[in-house]
């Protein structure tokens, strides 16, 4: 039984704690007046926007809520209407709402709604994609805005480990420094709240085993455990390798973790649906393909580098996707047809390839040759293939390959002359 004196304790509570914390600013550009729904992985740092949204405001002037709280367990629908009678007894006023996991609550979309079109300023968090659903947005009518928020950006981790970069850095003694972060971004990821940890690889696992055990076994009521471990581990080593259903299938029955293909498919869609990792198809290729082979990512490579040794390329690949899906959201295929370019955003007309080092003269024809071809194909006079810390730039027949560096890319360079950087 929920009552209305806990609920009053819960959010005089919050305030209390909310005003105590000292923590950046994340470098995410909002719209002032709008509603919006947050989503994301678990500890991708939603919940530190929303305190961001709140620390400008009187604590008389807010609600804020995280159904995660275990004093909420036996929390409805209907127990909604005694949240806001709460907050008037203890201020007489209309609050601006914050509902911190919000996907707990069957049915919270409708809440939500009536709170909108009453016009209250509301702000919802929420850790799984169903809450992008078309259901969910057709109940909500177009009064929120979704915001997708990932891990840190490279800008922003270096900002959250109080590194200012100095003007033209990238020519001075900073560098070094910028290219040492950068080898910690790509091993322990941008995941806010392990940048604080000494032993990182110790706090990725919590996280991990958090949206393991707590979005996905017990949120969808899981038995097979071990089937699911190991396609996540399965999943890891085929970074930046396209991989079919059938073939991961056929990997985990020889493992011992059988699996039959409907329920492979679930379990990708569970991975998704809790934003652990995200998939692209190759361009070229016809729609049931696109629905069955494709490339896989994490949505963090500290997440990523648990289940590798050593596979810088990985990570490497992974980061770049990850940047471009800050930059594009879903708009992003691999190329394929006799040879491979890793990425190709079609609205831009931009090629990527990604590649640890091209000093190696077998691998640097093979990457060219790649980007070559597909240059051809789409007739693009301009790409780029984005390395560890190697410039260079290629001139070709076919147009120019600019080769630039990771930190380079994501800091300075865009890899599109059309728009700014969105970092």
Same mark, same amino acid.
């Given at each position: 039984m929920i009552s209305i004196e806990n609920i009053k304790?819960?959010?005089?509570?919050?305030?209390?704690?909310?005003?105590?914390?000292?923590?950046?600013?994340?470098?995410?550009?909002?719209?002032?007046?709008?509603? %919006?729904?947050?989503?994301?992985?678990?500890?991708?740092?939603?919940?530190?926007?929303?305190?961001?949204?709140?620390?400008?405001?009187?604590?008389?002037?807010?609600?804020?809520?995280?159904?995660?709280?275990?004093?909420?367990?036996e929390f409805t629908v209907s127990d909604f209407d005694l949240l806001l009678e709460a907050y008037n007894q203890l201020f007489n006023k209309k609050p601006a709402v914050f509902f911190d996991e919000i996907q707990n609550i069957y049915g919270w979309e409708k809440f939500c709604r009536r709170l909108a079109d009453s016009g209250y300023s509301i702000s919802i968090t929420g850790s799984n994609a169903n809450m992008l659903s078309r259901e969910i947005a057709t109940t909500l009518g177009g009064r929120f805005l979704v915001k997708e928020?990932?891990?840190l950006s490279f800008r922003e981790f270096l900002v959250f480990n109080n590194v200012v970069l100095a003007e033209n850095f990238e %020519?001075?003694?900073?560098?070094?420094?910028?290219?040492?972060?950068?080898?910690?971004?790509?091993?322990?990821?941008?995941l806010p709240e392990c940048i604080k940890y000494n032993d990182k690889r110790n706090c990725l696992s919590n996280v991990f085993q958090k949206v393991f055990f707590g979005d996905i076994i017990a949120r969808y009521k899981?038995?097979?455990?071990?089937?699911?471990?190991?396609?996540?581990?399965?999943?890891?080593?085929?970074?930046?390798?396209?991989?079919?259903?059938?073939?991961?299938?056929?990997?985990?029955n020889s493992a011992n973790a059988k699996v039959g293909t409907g329920t492979l498919i679930e379990y990708f869609g569970?991975?998704?649906?809790?934003?652990l990792i995200f998939?692209?198809?190759? %361009?070229?290729?016809?729609?049931?393909?696109?629905?069955?082979?494709?490339?896989?990512?994490?949505?963090?490579?500290?997440?990523?580098?648990?289940?590798?040794?050593?596979?810088?390329?990985?990570?490497?690949?992974?980061l770049v996707y990850?940047?471009?899906?800050?930059?594009?959201?879903?708009?992003?295929?691999?190329?394929?047809?006799?040879?491979?370019?890793?990425?190709f955003i079609p609205e831009k007309l931009l090629l990527i390839q990604v590649c640890i080092s091209i000093k190696d003269y077998e691998t640097r024809e093979r990457e060219i040759k790649?980007?070559? %071809?597909?240059?051809?194909e789409l007739n693009i006079k301009e790409s780029y293939i984005i390395t560890y810390d190697e410039h260079e730039e290629i001139l070709t027949e076919a147009g120019k390959i600019i080769v630039v560096p990771y930190w380079n890319w994501s800091l300075i360079n865009n890899a599109d002359q059309n728009r700014p950087a969105l970092l």
């Open positions: 304790k819960i959010i005089i509570e919050s305030h209390e704690y909310i005003r105590s914390l000292d923590f950046e600013d994340r470098i995410i550009e909002l719209e002032e007046k709008a509603n %919006y729904v947050f989503v994301g992985m678990r500890r991708a740092g939603k919940t530190f926007l929303i305190y961001n949204l709140i620390k400008s405001r009187n604590s008389t002037d807010y609600m804020y809520i995280n159904f995660e709280d275990e004093r909420l367990m928020i990932q891990a %020519y001075g003694n900073q560098k070094t420094q910028i290219v040492k972060m950068m080898d910690e971004y790509l091993h322990f990821g941008g899981l038995k097979n455990e071990f089937a699911l471990k190991m396609l996540i581990k399965k999943i890891a080593e085929s970074v930046n390798n396209e991989t079919s259903f059938n073939r991961i299938k056929n990997i985990l569970y991975l998704e649906e809790s934003f998939s692209i198809s190759n %361009y070229t290729s016809k729609f049931s393909e696109k629905e069955t082979k494709k490339k896989f990512y994490f949505a963090d490579t500290g997440i990523l580098n648990l289940f590798l040794y050593d596979q810088k390329s990985k990570l490497l690949e992974n990850i940047e471009l899906r800050r930059r594009y959201q879903s708009d992003i295929f691999f190329f394929k047809r006799i040879y491979e370019t890793d990425f790649s980007l070559l %071809y597909s240059m051809r």
